[in-house]
């Protein structure tokens, strides 16, 4: 086996406009740049570290830089970050920014920050707002252009949000850009502004955290047993961790041991919806266990005693090195960092330079183009082709990075706290768990969730709850309820209001997912509680919905989503999948959800650059397209890809057999489509598409047996269109390196529970 070949990101001399960018090296632990740097320059890049006070420094110049003729715009990332900004600002120099949820009108006239995917509020009031008169800054910028290239949530409107952002770019009359790291992609997004572009680039070489001990426990439990001893001497700490049911479950076992000190512990995730305004309040004396939905625009600092930041690594690499660094500096003033890291396999880099891959796409977006002909690819002058525009470079360069921290994930991370001056060391043996372990972890957090889920059931429906713990009134559940409701029959007007917004925002999220399925029962909630809970099961529900949808709408919905989020960013999107499983069912003459392929006609073979196509874009293995028995598995591979692959929904069974071949017994497996569960799934998009507009209907019934709703008064809701707002709208916004992704919960469970409820 060929030893994985550690790769570190290329070095690079940043030039803009063919001329290298003068550098200002400067070692401080609190940056303080002269004003000068600002006034004499165009464009101030400043390159320094976590924690060394970029926010406030720039907060405290403002007035000074922007003077009397011009205001001041931030563009940030996260809504954290705008608050965050919003209060330091006003302490350091009485600088006040208008938040962009409360005042847009005012913009123009006045200071403001704005969150990047609100940005077109801006666009949209072009008459009264004047670019050339403001200054702007822009913080964590690789987390903006991250969000840019690699978050789906803002492809709706990425398109005319990037092509603003380059407007802004182009026309404003300074730019100041800030992060730990600079790299070329900075540059790219700047590539565009034409003049006023006298450049400094200021790197701050000061190694914020030098000496602190950064200690990898390779053993789970004696890392979680660590917590566990800080805990009984309540000795708080922030617990960081890339997956939002790895995190949960960790808090959710040790709350169940410390029921005493509940108080005290804090769950944050894209679940929990908890808004933070000053951490530095909300986290004094809290175990606060916490997703990525803090990265950035988050700091804790305890001036009166140094603490512990924990971090756990799961082995999915959701987000990049780069971002667990971030996540592992929320605590400022730490006194060590504990962190554990699963077993993860290195993997190769495919590529030698960003060109090779940015080739590759190349001939990817072009092979797709040919095959389903789309309408068009937007350039940087809307010409009708594809060509390598700053958009494209941006995302390759993001992808090369991908890349090349898969060559050792762990290793990338460790280089990066070293540069910010960690001492490593490393402690315990990297053992893995056993079932028994795994089970126990397991069980606490299933049963912490399923608590959650009953509480808001409870609260969503609750004369069906009463009527529903009725029969056994001795149960100690049934007794709860009556005492929380008679709780609540005792509040006055003011309290009771004040329990209905407080439960409302508890469950924000799940109120949200109830209202884009339609659900109205507490019955109909137990049943679908895997699409109200788990954020791909939901994803993988919609998409499904989409394999019944008719031809001309999945030409229609890939066409718009071209045009919104540039062709590279649709090429794995599930229109663009479903477009090539049509041109792939149509040159073997197959069937949607025919599995049987001894009659198919393989002489007529796709071309090979069409087959790398579909094998990339599918991520399969199977290459054999002459061979019939492949050719299924390609097929059964692209189906299932739309249902969310391995761990998916479960729509198509696979029956196994045996076959004797040359007196030898093989096993053979025969496949057909999951009506069981296909048809659970089309009633309930009926919810909200009783008429199942956009549907298939011959194609509907003939898998399912199902037939639209005549009804007078049906509304119809598209659901894509409902999915993409939910996503759009959920929670504060996060961007590549922050994506909140729960494992996906394994849909045996789920469809056990639903074969056992129509059983009774």
């Given at each position: ?12 001399k ?34 320094s ?18 003077g009397?003729?011009?205001k ?11 608050r965050?900004?919003i ?30 995917n ?26 903006v ?37 600079i790299?070329h ?18 790197n ?10 950064a200690?990898?426990h390779?053993n ?25 049911v790895e ?19 804090m ?8 808004k ?6 909300m ?72 060109k090779e ?5 190349l ?63 490393e ?12 089970k ?12 959650q ?7 969503k ?5 009463e ?22 029959e ?11 917004k ?17 659900i ?37 919905k ?6 919104e ?33 001894s ?7 796709f ?39 391995k ?18 017994w ?5 496949y ?19 008429s ?37 709208n ?19 469970k789920?469809?056990?529970n ?7």
């Open positions: 086996m060929t030893k994985t070949v550690f790769r570190n990101l290329p070095v690079e940043l030039k803009f406009n063919g001329v290298e960018i003068p550098i200002k090296q400067i070692d401080q632990d609190k940056i303080d740049i002269n004003i000068d740097e600002f006034l004499d320059n165009d464009i101030i890049i400043i390159k570290g976590t924690a060394t006070s970029k926010t406030k420094l720039i907060g405290k110049l403002c007035p000074k830089i922007i009397t003729e011009h001041f715009l931030s563009i940030v990332n996260l809504i954290s970050l705008a965050e900004q209060s330091t600002f006003e302490e350091e120099s009485n600088t006040l920014l208008s938040n962009y949820q409360k005042s847009i009108e005012k913009f123009n006239n006045e200071n403001g920050v704005i969150c990047l609100s940005l077109l509020k801006l666009r949209d009031n072009k008459e009264l707002y004047d670019v050339k008169n403001k200054v702007v800054f822009i913080d964590e910028i690789n987390d252009i991250g969000s840019l290239t690699h978050n789906d949530s803002l492809d709706p409107i990425l398109n005319k949000t990037y092509n603003y952002l380059i407007e802004i770019i182009k026309n404003c009359k300074k730019i100041i850009l800030s992060d730990a790291t790299n992609n900075t540059i790219n997004l700047l590539s565009s502004r034409a003049v006023n572009n006298k450049t400094i680039l200021i701050n070489i000061n190694k914020k955290f030098l000496n602190i001990p200690i990898k390779n789970k439990l004696e890392f979680i047993d660590l917590m566990r001893t800080q805990i009984k001497n309540k000795d708080y700490f922030l617990c960081a961790c890339d997956i939002k995190i949960s479950s960790i808090y959710s076992n040790l709350l169940a041991e410390f029921p005493e000190q509940k108080e005290s512990f769950l944050i995730t894209s679940e929990t919806d908890v933070i305004d000053s951490p530095n309040i986290f004094k004396d809290r175990y606060v266990f916490h997703s990525p939905s803090i990265t950035t625009g988050v700091s804790f600092a305890y001036k009166e005693k140094k603490q512990t930041q924990f971090v756990y690594m799961s082995n999915k690499r959701l987000i990049t090195p780069e971002s667990f660094y971030q996540m592992s500096c929320r605590t400022r003033n730490m006194s060590k960092l504990v962190y554990h890291c699963e077993e993860m396999n290195d993997i190769d880099c495919e590529f030698e330079t960003i891959l940015e080739n590759k796409y001939d990817m977006m072009k092979t797709n183009e040919k095959i389903l002909r789309l309408s068009k690819s937007t350039t940087e002058t809307d010409d009708v082709k594809i060509v390598k525009n700053s958009f494209f470079k941006m995302w390759c360069y993001n992808e090369y990075k991908i890349q090349l921290f898969k060559t050792g994930f762990v290793r990338h991370y460790q280089d990066i706290l070293s540069n910010a001056g960690f001492i490593h060391s402690v315990g043996e990297n053992i893995k768990l056993s079932v028994e372990e795994k126990s972890l397991r069980e606490i957090y299933d049963k912490y969730t399923d608590k889920f009953d509480n808001y059931l409870g609260f429906y609750m004369a069906e709850t009527k529903k713990l009725e029969a056994n009134k001795t149960s100690k559940e049934y007794k709860e309820f009556i005492q929380q409701k008679k709780t609540i005792e509040m006055d007007e003011d309290s009771y209001v004040k329990y209905l407080s439960e409302s925002m508890k469950h924000s999220i799940l109120e949200k997912r109830h209202e884009i399925l339609g109205t029962t507490r019955d109909e909630a137990e049943h679908n509680k895997i699409f109200l809970y788990d954020e791909h099961a939901l994803r993988n529900f919609f998409n499904v919905l989409s394999l019944f949808k008719t031809k001309e709408y999945i030409k229609a890939l066409n718009d989503k071209v045009e989020a540039f062709l590279i960013k649709t090429l794995d999107g599930v229109y663009n999948k479903l477009s090539l499983i049509q041109k792939f069912e149509k040159h073997y003459k197959i069937a949607r959800f025919n599995f049987d392929f009659n198919i006609d393989i002489e007529k073979e071309s090979e650059k069409n087959q790398k196509l579909y094998l990339e874009i599918f991520e399969t293995t199977k290459t054999n397209f002459k061979d019939k028995h492949d050719l299924l598995l390609i097929y059964l591979n692209m189906i299932r890809s739309i249902a969310g692959g761990g998916g929904i479960p729509i198509i069974e696979r029956k196994e057999g045996k076959n004797k071949v040359d007196n030898v093989k096993k053979t497996y025969t057909k489509p999951n009506k069981e569960m296909l048809t659970h799934l089309i009633n309930l998009a009926k919810n909200k598409n009783p199942l507009k956009n549907y298939d209907l011959e194609f509907v019934k003939r898998i399912t047996d199902i037939e639209p709703s005549k009804r007078h008064d049906d509304i119809f809701k598209d659901e894509e269109n409902e999915y993409a707002n939910y996503l759009y959920k929670n504060n916004f996060k961007d590549m390196n922050g994506i909140d992704v729960s494992t996906t919960t394994h849909y045996n789920w469809s056990n639903y074969d056992n409820k129509n059983k009774k």
